[in-house]
């Protein structure tokens, strides 16, 4: 395919996603109708689809609509594209540009839509982030950086450094913590690599492999991981020597893949499901990372950040003060509650721990927040443990 048949195709999978289908639906549906595109084609294709999804509002702005054509005008016009040379109608490429088109377009308003954040959440945005909260919405506009966790039980930085450079994948270590490291070359090698398969290294985000690093775990230690989705969280932990695992997910199939992914890394986790939880009960430490806006990590799926109202907002809130209530029902007496998001707003994060804390018998002992502008996502963590009343 041209690079001008890559955004034709960009325009009509952006269409069915702005008329309400998933990405990646949308995505898969076009590879399937398209069995002439090569890989590199279609690796295109994902790049030009989410970096429009990301700069939604901005884009729209220079394209002089919020379409699929308006999106990639946009991005064309933001990446300094000659659009002439592209929107030719010639082949498969876009139609040319209409005298609206051409004299359309402008640049994004400073606030909400130069950010690219709806504007029923700019002001929560800012009251989060204060003045950097323009900053991180513009960050937001680009890729996510790629980071890897060394499994530490098979291997050590250095070690896996030198295992990944062999194969062409260039890395450097990351701040955030001491497993940490950041891809700068050779990315979409990852999953073939040997590094991976053999269970060197994970995929995981620097600041979610720092929550991990910020629990007070020990040698003979009961853990639950309460919300582990995909497990990311549950390997780290597991490659803690001498710590008892546990995983935990409200909708089990998010689980499905965690055995095989443990079993690559030489992991030991044990699944419960939520009876089984209860009675295995009390862990040493319980981990709750729990559904949230997933506003730390839209820059990996910006569809979430278009999709999430004022009302979903507002039941997540509600989820997460059940969880919390739920999770602290598992911690042993002397136990540690740890609360997580990957959320930058303060709502879900501080907001959510106050509320519990006014039910009486916690304290907050210690908490942490990272956000898009440490060079990670946003997350946020809060280290709970029980009151001690008398002597």
């Known amino acids: 395919m041209t690079p001008a048949a ?34 590199k084609d279609r690796a295109a294709l994902r790049d030009h689809v989410f970096d429009a999804l990301r700069a939604r509002r901005s884009f729209a702005a220079r394209g002089g609509a919020e379409t699929g054509r ?13 659009v002439a040379d592209l929107f030719t109608g010639i082949g498969h490429a876009p139609a040319p540009l209409t005298p609206e ?16 954040i709806p504007d029923w959440l700019w002001p929560r945005f800012q009251a ?60 979409r090698g990852i999953a073939r690599s040997t590094a991976y398969l053999d269970g060197l290294v994970e995929l995981q985000d620097a600041a979610s492999q720092a ?39 409200a909708a089990p199939q998010r689980m499905r893949d965690l055995p095989a992914r443990a079993a690559r ?8 499901d939520t009876a089984e939880a209860t009675r295995a009960a009390p862990f040493d430490l319980v981990l709750a990372d729990a559904p ?22 507002t039941a997540l809130l509600t989820v997460q003060r059940e969880i919390l209530h739920h999770a602290a029902a598992l911690t042993a007496p002397d136990g540690v509650l740890a609360y997580a998001t990957c959320s930058m707003l303060a709502e879900e994060n501080e907001g ?35 009151l001690k009343f008398g002597i």
């Open 6 to 39: 890559r955004l034709q195709a960009a325009i009509e999978v952006l269409d069915e996603i702005l008329a309400g289908k998933p990405a990646e639906q949308a995505l898969t549906g076009w590879a399937r109708r398209s069995r002439f595109a090569g890989s």
């Open 292 to 313: 949230c806006s997933g506003s730390g990590s839209w820059r990996r799926a910006p569809a979430g950040k278009w999709d999430l109202t004022e009302e979903k907002f």
């Open 128 to 187: 989060s982030l204060g003045a950097q909260a323009q900053q991180a919405g513009e960050i937001m506009q680009s890729r996510a950086p790629v980071h890897l966790r060394v499994n530490t039980a098979r291997t050590d930085r250095p070690g896996a450094i030198a295992a990944l450079a062999g194969e062409g994948i260039a890395t450097q270590p990351h701040p955030a913590c001491d497993t940490a490291l950041e891809v700068t070359e050779g990315a």
């Open 211 to 249: 929550i991990v690093a910020a629990l007070p775990l020990a040698p003979g230690m009961r853990v639950l991981d309460y919300c582990a989705g995909g497990g990311g969280k549950t390997l780290a932990l597991a490659a803690v020597p001498g710590v008892e695992v546990f995983a935990h997910d």
């Open 352 to 386: 959510a721990v106050d509320a519990f804390l006014q039910a009486g018998g916690w304290q907050v002992v210690e908490s942490h927040r990272w956000n898009v502008l440490s060079g990670t996502d946003g997350f946020y963590l809060a280290l709970l443990t029980r």
């Open 70 to 82: 308006g999106l990639i005008l946009g991005l064309c016009r933001a990446q300094g594209l000659t």
């Open 101 to 116: 088109e051409q004299a359309g377009g402008r640049d994004p308003a400073p606030g909400a839509e130069a950010a690219d």
């Open 265 to 272: 890394a030489g992991a030991r986790v044990r699944l419960l």
